[in-house]
C-alpha cells in the first residue's frame, strides 16, 4: 500500500466512526470534496440534501388520542370487569351490565385524561437547532436556515451565533464558545482548527463546535460534518427516544399486585361455580354469583382513586416549586435512594464567581453567589473598604479586570444578567463588591485600542489613558503572563522584586481548590509606543490574582445533608474536571475529604466491563468528565443494583439519563428544553433544595396510597367472602353485584379519597427510604385486611340470615347487609389514618375531609335505603330504626377489635 493509500484509508476509517477531531483541516475538506473558498455548489448542495435530508432530529410518530383511550382497558382487572359485563348482559341482567361498562368507561376516561403528553424531546431539539447561518455556496457567502444545511457546506460564525451543525473548526480568531448544555462545563472553550488524538474525550475537543451550542467571542469557519440526528445533539436525542419508560416502584408493585389479584379472583369465581353446580344448583344463577365475587373482589375505585391521589400530591408539591409531568413520579420520588446530580446550574449557580483574590502579597476571600453584585471582599474577617483606599495593589487588580474586559453586566426582568464570557462578568461583580462600577470607570479610562485574547497566546490586553499616560492592562494564565514580568506591585503601590515561584505556588493552591485562576499586569508604554505582542510580552508589572469558581448554591449544602439524614445518598455526575468536581462535591458535602475523595472520569468509565461499572457506581459518589452515554450507563448501572434512581441535570447532555432514570428532575429557569420534556419533574427555581421538599411530600403521598390500598381491600375481601359462603352454605346471595358496584365506587370516592388529604406524619425524613424490593403491603397490613375482611363478613352475613330468619324481606336482608358493610368501611376510614398509632393519638380535626367524606356517604345510604326510585334500581328497601342501632354496634365492635390488634402489634 502506498503511503498516499495508507493516509486516504486512515481518514476514511477516522472520519466514519465521528472522529472528525483527529484529522487535519485539509484532510476533512478533502473527504468532503470542497474547497473552502468556493463551498458547495448549489446543485451539489441539493443532491447531498436528498441523500442526508434535512438538518433537523427526525420525529418520532406518537400514539393516537383512540391508542391511548383504548390502552386504559389493558390492564388484567379491568379486563374481567369488561368479560363480567358481557355475561351478565348476555344473560338479561342489562342493569347489572350498564353500570359495569359505566365503571369501565369512567376508569377509562380518568386514565385518559391522567395520561401525560406525548414526549416532546425531539420537537424540543428541533428548535433548538432552528436558525439562520452564514454559509459559502458557489464562492459568495450568504444567509439561510439552517435546516438546508448539508456535510461540506462551509459556515461562518460569529459571537452571538448559535451553531447549526457540527463543525471541524477551520480557522479562527479568537473563537470561543459556550458548551455547558452539552458537556457541562461552565467556562467557555477556546477554539482551534488542529488535530488531536483519537481518544479525546467529547468535552476536550478543541477543533469541533456542535450543534446547539454558542459562541460567545470572536469569528471563524467550519465545515459541516454531521446534521441532524448524526449531530452529537442528534446522537443525544436517539438516546432519549431508545430509553424506555421505566415503570415507578408503586407502579411495578400494583402491576404485580394486579395479576396476583386477578388469579385469586378467577380461582375463587371458579370455586364459587364448581360448588354451586355440584350442589345442584342453576349453572345461570351460579354463573350469576361467580360475576358477583369478580365484580365484589376487584377494587374497581382503585386505579382512579390511584389517580387522583397522585393528582392532589402533583397540587401540593406544584406549591412547593416542583411541577409533575408523570403522576407515577410522585410516588417514585417518596421510593427514591439515590439521586445523581449535575453539577453545572443544579449544584452550583451556572455563574463563573470570583471567591479569590491575591495582591499585594494579601489574600482576599470574596462572599456572595452568582452574578448578583452582593458581597463583600474581606481580608482575613474584616471587610475591605471601597478601594482605591482598600489598598494599590487591590484596586489596581481590580481595576484591571474592570478595564481588560469585554463583558458587560445589567439588571432585567428582577434578575442579573450578563452579556459576553462568564469570566470576564465574575471581574465586573468582584470589581463592584469592592465600589467599582465598570460604566464609570470605562468613561474615566476610555479603551484607545486592543490585542483581543488569543488561545495561542493566552492573554488580553487593552490600551487606556491614565493620569494622561497610556497603560497597557493584560489579563491571561499566569504560566504565560508571569514571564513577561519584570517586578510585582506592593499593597502601597510601590514596585517590589517578582517571586515567581511564591506566586505560582498560591496559584497552585487556588487551582488545587478547583478554581480557575487569571493572572492580571499591567505596563506604563511610552506615548508612541503601540500595543503588540512585543509590547505586552516584556517589562510588565505582575498585579494580582483573581480565582473563580461556578459555587456551589447556598441551599444545596443543607438539601444534601437532609438527603443524607433520610437515607439517600447523592452522586454527582459532570462533564466537568475531576478537580473542579471534586472541590465543588467537597463544599456541598457529597464527599468528606476534597482531597482525598475517589472521582472517576469518563476516560476510566470508559475502561469498565458492566460488571466492575455497577460495583464502582455504588462505591464513587463524584464522577467528572463524563459523556452522555456514560451518564446514561451510570444511571442504569445504579438500577442494576437495585436502586430507585433520581436523576437531576438541566443540559441537552443530560436529557437521555433524565428519561432512564426512576425519575428525572430538570430546572426550569435555567433548563434546556430538552431536558425538560426528558424529566418527570420540573424544579420552577432551579434549587437543589426544593427536591427535598418533594421528597418529603412523595414519601407522605406514597403513606397515604398505602393506608387507602389497607382501607379498601378488606371490602373487596369481604364481599368476595360473601358470595363464597352463600354458597357453600347454600343461602341466598346476601348482596348483588349492582349493590356490590353501589359500594365499591361510592365509598372509593367519598371514604377513601379523603385519605389523600390527610396531611404526613412527625419524622418522615428521618427514616430510610422503602427497600426497592419491599412490597406494597407487609405481613402486618396484610393479616390486618384478612381481619377486618372477616369482621365485614361476619357481620354482614350475621345479619343478613338474622333479617331472614325474623320474616323480614329479600330486599330488606339485603339492605341491612350492605348497609353493614359501609358502616364498618366508616369506623376503619378513621382508624386508617394511622396505620401504627391508635386512633386516639390523631388530631380527629387535622383532616376536614374524612369527616365530610363519611357525612356524605350516609346520606347516599339514607337515599338508597329510603328514596323509593333507588330502591327500584339497586332492589334495596326501608329498613328499621332497630336494623340501624344493630348495624351500629357491629361497627363499633369492628372498630373496637382494630384497635386492640393495632395496640398487640406496637
Known amino acids: 500500500m502506498t503511503r498516499l493509500q495508507s493516509r486516504t484509508a486512515t481518514t476514511v476509517a477516522t472520519s466514519a466512526d465521528g472522529g472528525w477531531h483527529a484529522l487535519s483541516a485539509n484532510e476533512a475538506l478533502a473527504h468532503h470534496g470542497v474547497d473552502p473558498a468556493h463551498g458547495l455548489a448549489e446543485d451539489e448542495a441539493a443532491t447531498r440534501l436528498a441523500r442526508h435530508g434535512p438538518n433537523r432530529p427526525s420525529q418520532q410518530p406518537g400514539r393516537s388520542a383512540f391508542s391511548r383511550f383504548f390502552g386504559q382497558m389493558k390492564e388484567p382487572l379491568v379486563l374481567v370487569l369488561i368479560a363480567s359485563g358481557i355475561v351478565t348482559g348476555a344473560l338479561g341482567e342489562w342493569i347489572d351490565s350498564s353500570v359495569i361498562f359505566g365503571v ?275 481580608r482575613g474577617e474584616t471587610a475591605v473598604a471601597p478601594a482605591p483606599t482598600s489598598g494599590i495593589a487591590l484596586h489596581q487588580t481590580l481595576l484591571a479586570g474592570v478595564l481588560c474586559n469585554d463583558a458587560a453586566l445589567y439588571h432585567e426582568h428582577g434578575q442579573w444578567q ?50 494622561g499616560q497610556p497603560v497597557a492592562y493584560v489579563k491571561g494564565a499566569i504560566e504565560k503572563l508571569l514571564p513577561a514580568c519584570r517586578a510585582m506591585l506592593a499593597a502601597d503601590g510601590s514596585e517590589t522584586a517578582l517571586e515567581p515561584a511564591a506566586l505560582e505556588a498560591v496559584a497552585a493552591l487556588m487551582a488545587a481548590r478547583g478554581l480557575r485562576v487569571l493572572a492580571l499586569a499591567r505596563r506604563h508604554l511610552a506615548a508612541d509606543e503601540a500595543i503588540d505582542e512585543a509590547a505586552i510580552g516584556r517589562d510588565l508589572v505582575f498585579l494580582g490574582l483573581a480565582g473563580m469558581i461556578d459555587p456551589p448554591r447556598a441551599r444545596a449544602i443543607g438539601a444534601v445533608r437532609t438527603c443524607h439524614a433520610a437515607g439517600i445518598v447523592v452522586k454527582m455526575i459532570t462533564g466537568d474536571h475531576a478537580v473542579t468536581a471534586r472541590s465543588i462535591a467537597a463544599q456541598i458535602g457529597i464527599v468528606a475529604d476534597g482531597h482525598a475523595a475517589e472521582v472517576l472520569t469518563g476516560r476510566d468509565l470508559a475502561r469498565l466491563g458492566d460488571a466492575e461499572l455497577q460495583a464502582a457506581a455504588c462505591r464513587v459518589n463524584v464522577f467528572a468528565r463524563v459523556e452522555p452515554e456514560q451518564k446514561l450507563r451510570l444511571v442504569r448501572a445504579l438500577q442494576a443494583q437495585g436502586e430507585v434512581v433520581a436523576m437531576t441535570g438541566d443540559g441537552v447532555n443530560d436529557a437521555p439519563a433524565l428519561k432512564q432514570a426512576d425519575i428525572g428532575i430538570a430546572m426550569g429557569l435555567g433548563g434546556t428544553d430538552v431536558a425538560k420534556e426528558a424529566a418527570a419533574m420540573v424544579l420552577t427555581d432551579d434549587n437543589f433544595a426544593t427536591i427535598e421538599a418533594a421528597v418529603e411530600e412523595g414519601r407522605g403521598i406514597y403513606d397515604n396510597l398505602v393506608k387507602f390500598i389497607t382501607w379498601t381491600l378488606p371490602t373487596n375481601i369481604g364481599e368476595g367472602l360473601v358470595i363464597l359462603a352463600a354458597i357453600v352454605v347454600g343461602a341466598t346471595l346476601p348482596i348483588t353485584p349492582l349493590q356490590i358496584l353501589w359500594i365499591n365506587m361510592t365509598t372509593a ?41 372477616l369482621l365485614m363478613l361476619a357481620g354482614s352475613f350475621g345479619m343478613f340470615l338474622l333479617a331472614l330468619d325474623r320474616g323480614q324481606g329479600m330486599a330488606e336482608a339485603r339492605t341491612i347487609a350492605m348497609n353493614v358493610f359501609v358502616a364498618i368501611e366508616i369506623v376503619y376510614l378513621f382508624s386508617c389514618r394511622s396505620l401504627r398509632l391508635p386512633v386516639t393519638a390523631i388530631n380527629l380535626f387535622s383532616n376536614p375531609w374524612v369527616w365530610a367524606g363519611a357525612g356524605l356517604q350516609l346520606a347516599l345510604q339514607m337515599a338508597i335505603t329510603y328514596w323509593a326510585p333507588m330502591n327500584l334500581a339497586f332492589s334495596t328497601a326501608p329498613i328499621p330504626l332497630q336494623a340501624w342501632g344493630e348495624i351500629s354496634a357491629i361497627a363499633l365492635v369492628a372498630m373496637l377489635v382494630i384497635e386492640i390488634e393495632k395496640r398487640l402489634r406496637r
Request: hydrophobic share 50%; net charge neutral; glycine share 10%.
Open 104 to 378: 369501565v368507561l369512567v376508569n377509562a376516561v380518568i386514565g385518559y385524561l391522567q395520561e401525560d403528553k406525548a414526549e416532546a424531546a425531539l420537537a424540543a431539539l428541533a428548535r433548538a437547532v432552528a436558525t439562520e447561518v452564514t454559509v459559502i455556496r458557489d464562492g459568495r457567502r450568504r444567509r439561510m436556515d439552517a435546516v438546508h444545511l448539508v456535510p461540506g457546506d462551509v459556515v461562518w460564525l460569529a459571537a452571538g451565533d448559535k451553531v447549526p451543525a457540527d463543525l471541524r473548526i477551520l480557522s479562527g480568531r479568537q473563537l470561543r464558545t459556550v458548551e455547558a448544555a452539552l458537556t457541562g462545563e461552565a467556562a467557555p472553550i477556546d477554539k482551534h482548527h488542529d488535530p488531536l488524538p483519537h481518544d479525546t474525550l467529547l468535552a476536550d475537543r478543541r477543533n469541533m463546535a456542535y450543534a446547539g451550542t454558542t459562541v460567545v467571542a470572536g469569528q471563524g469557519n467550519g465545515l459541516v460534518v454531521a446534521t441532524a440526528d448524526a449531530t452529537e445533539t442528534g446522537r443525544i436525542s436517539g438516546l432519549i427516544a431508545g430509553a424506555p419508560e421505566i415503570a415507578t416502584p408503586l407502579t411495578k408493585k400494583m402491576g404485580e399486585f394486579a395479576g396476583l389479584l386477578l388469579w385469586v379472583i378467577l380461582g375463587l369465581a371458579a370455586l364459587t361455580f364448581a360448588i354451586g353446580v355440584l350442589r345442584g344448583e342453576s349453572w345461570v344463577a351460579m354463573l350469576i354469583a361467580a360475576v358477583a365475587l369478580a365484580v365484589g373482589a376487584i377494587p374497581e375505585g382503585l386505579p382512579a382513586a390511584m389517580s387522583i391521589t397522585l393528582a392532589i400530591g402533583v397540587g401540593r408539591m406544584a406549591k412547593r416549586r416542583a411541577i409533575i409531568r408523570h403522576l407515577p413520579a410522585v410516588e417514585a420520588l417518596g421510593s427514591t435512594t439515590v439521586i445523581c446530580s449535575d453539577k453545572t446550574g443544579t449544584l452550583t449557580e451556572n455563574a463563573m464567581t470570583v471567591t479569590e483574590l491575591w495582591a499585594g502579597g494579601e489574600a482576599f476571600i470574596v462572599d456572595g453567589q452568582g452574578y448578583r453584585p452582593e458581597g463583600r471582599v474581606q
Open 418 to 467: 450578563i452579556t459576553g464570557d462568564p469570566t470576564e462578568a465574575a471581574l465586573l461583580v468582584v470589581a463592584r463588591k469592592a465600589g467599582l462600577d465598570e460604566t464609570t470607570l470605562r468613561s474615566v479610562f476610555p479603551r484607545r485600542d486592543e490585542l483581543p485574547f488569543d488561545s495561542a497566546r493566552q492573554t488580553m490586553a487593552t490600551l487606556h489613558e491614565v493620569e
Open 749 to 789: 370516592v367519598l371514604l377513601g379519597l379523603p385519605l389523600a388529604f390527610e396531611p404526613a406524619e412527625r419524622g418522615i425524613m428521618r427514616r430510610p427510604p422503602r427497600p426497592p424490593g419491599a412490597r406494597v403491603l407487609d405481613t402486618v397490613l396484610v393479616e390486618r385486611i384478612v381481619l377486618v375482611g
